[in-house]
């Protein structure tokens, strides 16, 4: 807790230490429970100026945790005026700008906590994210190792450094960072989240759900575990059962249209009429990509526009987008039961060598189950 110099009207000293409280407690789990408390921090007249910028990061952060940007940037600029050698508002402003696909100016303020603060591993940790979101995966790993030198038990730079060598197809390596990281952390559902896709990589899709089921038990209500395991499932051709996880995942997460054009795409291999689920959860969904396939599998583009959609002015972002795009077209001529343009589309897919992108497994997936089908005897 900030405990501030509080008043000498023991009241008002009640109240802040109060909203002290409720505010450090919930800006991580339930920002909008925060925010209000936050904000009497702020506007309150009986903080020392140290602690004034600390009122502004924890609000910056309640913001940030709520996608509002924008307020959060405001907030800790705010910090930064009142106090501009504190390392932390720079972090914090990082976390937001890389939120918000301003990655150069995530680096940038990145690099000013850690002139300000040397040992600061979170700083390190969190430019590794953005250079690994930038494609940039040596100097993302550089990063995380130094994160990891400053604080060897740092189970979430050792998970970071894991995906990273899943984004560069080195599956083992990621495995035995993410056995380090359960160690840590074994009641952690994420870290068998993150080594269940490093065995997806490896098309070992039994060790991937033995991981997922596992997770799923330490965390049943994640969607993003749930949805994993749906798309495991759905690799298996198991797809009722992808189908299933899918859903809950998608009543956990209603505005995620990733998971919601993958549960379209597992109910119509499963033989249902999957159309009318998907057009009552579109309005709900989020408008950012992939959400353009869900209007691409109601009939609202055609392919040429869809797939001009998934270009993008940052070429990292644009490849892994374009990767996408050709893993939904090529589902929706297999579903059409053309296996010859699904095959081209699935080929293009996977050539943007995107290796720990769900839709690259997948297509990986369809051309074995094409040539597998196309092999047996008539």
């Not at 807790?1 to 009640?14: G, K, N, P, T, V």
């Not at 407690?25 to 936050?38: E, G, I, R, W, Y």
């Not at 270009?311 to 589902?331: I, P, V």
């Not at 060598?353 to 074995?368: I, P, Q």
């Amino acid at each position: 807790m900030l405990l501030f110099a509080l008043a000498s009207d023991c009241r008002a000293q009640s109240q802040l230490a109060i909203d002290d409280e409720q505010c450090e407690q919930n800006v991580a789990s339930h920002p909008d429970a925060a925010l209000p408390h936050c904000t009497a921090l702020v506007e309150s007249r009986q903080l020392s100026q140290d602690n004034h910028a600390l009122a502004f990061i924890l609000r910056g952060s309640a913001y940030r945790n709520m996608g509002d940007y924008n307020r959060a940037i405001q907030d800790f600029n705010a910090a930064i005026r009142i106090k501009p050698e504190i390392a932390n508002a720079y972090n914090n402003r990082g976390i937001a700008y890389d939120y918000s696909g301003q990655y150069d100016r995530a680096i940038q303020d990145y690099d000013q906590a850690i002139r300000l603060q040397p040992n600061y591993p979170d700083a390190f940790n969190n430019r590794g994210l953005v250079y690994q979101e930038k494609g940039e995966y040596d100097q993302a790993l550089q990063d995380f190792d130094q994160a990891i030198r400053l604080k060897p038990d740092y189970a979430e730079a050792i998970a970071s450094r894991a995906s990273t060598y899943v984004s560069k197809g080195e599956y083992d390596r990621a495995i035995e960072e993410c056995n380090r990281a359960i160690k840590l952390e074994p009641n952690f559902a994420g870290d068998f989240n993150d080594r269940a896709i490093a065995y997806l990589g490896k098309r070992d899709y039994q060790r991937a759900l033995q991981d997922l089921d596992h997770a799923v038990q330490l965390s049943p209500q994640d969607p993003h575990v749930l949805a994993t395991r749906g798309i495991t499932h759905f690799y298996r051709g198991e797809f009722r059962a992808a189908a299933n996880d899918l859903m809950l995942a998608l009543r956990l997460a209603p505005t995620e249209p990733s998971t919601a054009v993958w549960l379209y795409l597992a109910e119509v291999r499963s033989g249902e009429n999957a159309g009318d689920a998907l057009r009552k959860s579109s309005p709900r969904l989020k408008t950012i990509w992939p959400e353009p396939a869900a209007r691409f599998y109601l009939g609202g583009l055609k392919p040429v526009d869809f797939l001009a959609l998934s270009k993008s002015t940052d070429a990292n972002k644009g490849r892994k987008q374009r990767c996408q795009a050709y893993f939904f077209l090529g589902e929706a001529t297999l579903i059409h039961g053309d296996q010859t343009e699904a095959r081209k589309m699935f080929q293009e897919s996977v050539a943007t060598r995107v290796l720990d992108s769900y839709e690259y497994m997948g297509a990986m997936t369809e051309l074995d189950r094409i040539a597998t089908h196309q092999g047996k005897p008539q």
